[in-house]
């Protein structure tokens, strides 16, 4: 049968054809097809598939989930925000998507840098499921961004003992390994790299100085430097542990630590020459804070390192020794002075992860432990600042806060050290109070 000229062209010939209207999309069969095209890695594609779906019905969860993880995926926070903040209107206490959304908007705020923010989704999250792997994940990294390291391994500890394989944790864990590990365990690391004696009983504080330099050349991939130097690295240079596992883990002997400290010295001697620096004024090099490119045995010291990294780029953030030092010399001295008179008066320096650690566990500010927990700020440069803390007993308790907090955490690497009594954290803990409250001030 033909069609003839009807004014309907386009719906007669549909029916003379037999052709039915096509049944709207189900909501099932649209999320489908939006996964498939995620999954085959086209994620503008899916995206647009997912804005369909929403269409379908803007109340449903998924639809919007999806669509938020597509846009989050093209680095669309605005749009993945307003799809996930859709949902969490929607979603019901039992949902078991609440978690999930809690954490994935903690991810956008992390993205935007806005800590505060991202920690309080992220507890949000954390309340609702404390296994979310994706939340103590985030914590810690934003612990370990603002110095405190010791409690950014702690929920990267939590989060591989839900999910051992998870990548992201392991390999921040292992970043962190000289600032969490205890006595024994970095004794232990130690013995695996074959730089200390097995009878070894003690960590001496040599060798744990020892142990952080050897880890901090594993971090900067000295094995691949190393196996880059040479067509074949000799065998005492790299020790590996739990071989043909997912844990497989390479490291520096103590021989291969030497070995790698040497070539990198030769080579950063060259690296200085090229940089127009005269062969007599090379181990005479110091960084902008004064602080020596070369040991006496002409490898790099740890600013050194930075210094020659910097070098490699055409950046020159070395001093020949003609040159001054910012600050003055006359400010230094006057720094110097203070210090002396603070360890005199019965104060001790910590370094800005124990103080970033002291104002996670009190929640105080940096003004109030200064102005009322008796934390000394000695300002260096604009950006670099000095931390002390008072280690006598004082008459008021407040000003014991951060030495108590500093030797607990000691404590946790080292049971033999003596934690100081204190009596305001003490009938704190009994109603679970902390020291200040959230914004930042004395708890009155």
Request: glycine content about 6%.
């Given at each position: ?10 719906l ?11 049944a709207?999309?189900?909501?099932t069969a649209c999320l489908?097809?939006?996964?498939k095209?995620y ?5 503008s594609?899916?995206?647009d598939?997912?804005?369909?779906c ?11 989930l ?8 093209l ?8 799809a996930?903040?859709?949902a ?15 954490s ?7 993205k935007?840098?806005q ?8 507890g ?13 994940v ?6 370990e961004y ?15 003992a839900?999910?051992?394989l998870?990548?992201v ?5 292992v970043?962190l ?7 024994a365990?970095?004794?232990?690391a ?5 730089a ?8 001496s504080?040599e ?12 971090q900067?991939?000295?094995?691949d430097?190393?196996k ?9 240079f ?9 844990f ?6 103590l021989?291969g ?12 001697l ?11 004024d090379v ?8 602080e020596k490119?070369?040991?006496?045995d002409s490898?790099l010291?740890d ?9 490699l ?7 020949l020794?003609?040159?001054?030092l ?7 001295a ?8 603070l ?5 001790i320096e910590i ?7 002291i104002?996670t ?8 432990l ?8 000695l300002?260096?440069?604009?950006n ?6 008072f ?7 407040l ?7 500093l ?6 690497r080292?049971?033999k050290?003596?934690?100081p009594r ?18 930042g001030n004395?708890?009155?």
């Open positions: 049968m033909r069609c003839l000229k009807p004014f309907s062209v386009s007669l010939c549909a029916l003379c054809a037999g052709s039915a209207l096509a709207p999309e189900t909501m489908e097809q939006g996964k095209a999954a085959d890695k086209q994620v594609q899916a995206k598939i997912f804005v369909r929403v269409k379908i019905n803007p109340a449903d969860e998924q639809a919007q999806s669509l938020a993880g597509a846009l989050v995926t680095d669309d926070l605005d749009g993945a925000e307003k996930f903040s859709a969490l209107s929607k979603m019901k206490r039992t949902s078991p998507y609440l978690s999930y959304t809690y994935m908007l903690g991810d956008i705020a992390l935007r840098r800590n505060k923010e991202a920690l309080a989704l992220y949000k999250s954390l309340e609702i499921n404390a296994a979310n792997v994706n939340s103590l985030g914590k810690g990294v934003i612990l603002q110095g405190d390291k010791l409690g950014a391994s702690d929920f990267y500890r939590s989060a591989l839900v999910e051992p998870n990548l944790a392991r390999k921040r864990l970043n390994e000289p600032e969490y590990m205890t006595d365990e970095i004794l232990a130690l013995k695996q790299r074959y200390v004696k097995p009878e070894v009983k003690e960590l504080p060798n744990r100085t020892l142990f952080a330099s050897i880890h901090k050349a594993e900067r991939r000295g094995i430097y190393l880059n130097k040479y067509p074949k690295v000799p065998a005492e790299i020790v590996t542990i739990n071989k043909k596992t997912e497989e883990r390479e490291m520096l002997t021989t630590y030497t070995a790698l400290q040497k070539h990198i010295g030769q080579d950063a060259g690296v200085f020459q090229r940089a127009g620096v005269p062969i007599k181990f005479a090099l110091r960084n902008t804070k004064g490119v070369f040991k006496e490898t010291t600013a050194g390192f930075t210094v020659y990294t910097e070098a780029q055409n950046r020159k953030t070395f001093l020794p003609h040159e001054a910012p600050p003055t010399p006359q400010y230094m006057q720094v110097s002075m203070r210090e002396k008179e360890k005199e008066a019965g104060y370094s800005r992860a124990e103080f970033k650690m104002e566990q009190t929640r105080c500010s940096e003004d109030t200064r102005d009322k927990l008796g934390v000394y700020v300002p260096i440069t604009k670099t600042r000095r931390y002390f803390v280690t006598r007993t004082p008459k008021d308790p000003k014991g806060v951060p030495y108590y907090y030797m607990a955490a000691h404590a946790k080292n049971p050290i003596k934690v204190n009596s305001l954290i003490e009938s704190y803990a009994l109603y679970g109070y902390t020291v200040c409250l959230d914004d004395l708890l009155q």
